[in-house]
């Protein structure tokens, strides 16, 4: 199995996985569950995803409140039949296809992905999404619907991530051959966006929150690869 980015999400009884990705050769989706820590592992049913080649999941993001409840989006373009972003509330076994997103779109593949999905920290139905050259995307529905907010960071050449504590929080990285833009925040769910100062061109980004006391927005921390 391969995958881009493979999010080994872990389930509410601390011994189940769920592993997204794609098979090597065809690059078709795959899925794996395990119940013992990752001893052994069976193929989900995934019902629903496009099993065709070049669809492989290049990125997933699960539920904070419950890890059964998870999005996956598949590699291709986005289409109105098979291809794009899906939704399973069963740990994999079944999907349903999640709307909103631009239509023709290319999300790429496993070396190449041009989509970042990532979830609230304290609103469990909202989902913060950004794809390459279309900009920021947010769902209030645990992505089973999305919209493209009028209120945009200063690039839409980037990557998302969501405080793993503070609701609200994001980040949102940019790189570009023109000018640098680098590093853009939200303290109120993607409304407004504040340019970050002393960052020219970051290529990946993991927001999370040190502090057990949240007193002030500088205890989230954003680490970078620039």
């Not at 939704?87 to 994999?92: I, P, Q, T």
């Not at 570009?176 to 853009?184: A, H, K």
């Not at 109120?188 to 006391?213: H, I, K, M, Q, Y």
Request: aromatic share 8%; hydrophobic share 35%; proline share 4%.
């Amino acid at each position: 199995m391969c995958s881009s980015d493979l999010r080994t999400v872990l389930a509410n009884s601390g011994s189940r996985l769920i592993a997204p990705g794609g098979e090597q050769i065809t690059h078709e989706p795959r899925i794996y569950l395990s119940s013992n820590n990752g001893s052994s592992w069976t193929k989900a049913k995934a019902a629903g995803l496009p099993i065709e080649v070049n669809k492989v999941i290049v990125d997933s993001v699960a539920s904070r409140d419950n890890p059964d409840d998870l999005l996956v989006f598949t590699g291709g373009p986005i289409s109105s039949g098979s291809g794009g972003l899906y939704r399973s509330v069963d740990a994999g076994a079944t999907f349903t296809k999640c709307s909103g997103l631009p239509l023709g779109y290319a999300v790429g593949d496993e070396f190449n992905w041009d989509v970042d999905l990532d979830a609230d920290a304290t609103d469990n139905a909202v989902r913060y999404l950004m794809i390459r050259t279309k900009g920021f995307y947010k769902s209030t529905d645990r992505g089973n619907t999305w919209t493209r907010p009028s209120v945009q960071p200063r690039r839409n050449f980037g990557r998302i991530a969501a405080d793993a504590v503070i609701g609200g929080r994001l980040w949102a990285g940019f790189t570009t051959g023109e000018t640098s833009f680098g590093l853009d925040t939200s303290t109120d769910g993607g409304a407004t966006w504040t340019a970050v100062p002393g960052f020219d061109e970051v290529l990946d980004l993991d927001a999370v929150n040190r502090s057990e006391e949240h007193t002030s927005e500088l205890q989230s921390l954003a680490y970078l690869v620039c």
